[in-house]
């Protein structure tokens, strides 16, 4: 059974950094598409990032370039290091893989 739990969320100020953990058990993040989702109040769920078993990367737009997906895969962990982080990335952050879904974690981005 896979199980995803997210944490690190919480409340930074804009221009502030976070960085969210998800860690996996019943599938090895190595071997796995990991990605990171988000869904801000009143909005659908938004692809943030994606890292594949090869190691590439892809970001949304509006993360590009403040936001970076990694892996520990000895701890079976995917990371989401939040740079710059504007009041809009306010959202629920979620860890996915293939039909798996964490619960999420909240991160609330405001002065």
């Known amino acids: 059974q896979v199980q995803l739990v997210e944490s690190g969320g919480g409340l930074v100020q804009p221009g502030g950094s976070l960085r969210l953990t998800c860690a996996a058990s019943?599938?090895?993040?190595?071997?796995?598409?990991m990605g990171w989702y988000r869904q801000a109040p009143g909005k659908e769920r938004e692809f943030v990032a994606r890292?594949?078993?090869?190691?590439?990367?892809y970001y949304g737009d509006s993360v590009k370039g403040r936001f970076t997906i990694s892996r520990d895969n000895a701890k079976n962990l995917v990371f989401l290091q939040m740079n710059s982080l504007k009041p809009e990335d306010t959202a629920v952050y979620y860890c996915?893989?293939?039909?798996?879904w964490g619960k999420g974690a909240l991160v609330t981005v405001s002065s």
């Open positions: 996915n893989v293939q039909s798996n």
């Open positions: 019943g599938i090895a993040v190595s071997a796995n598409a």
């Open positions: 890292m594949f078993s090869a190691g590439i990367a």
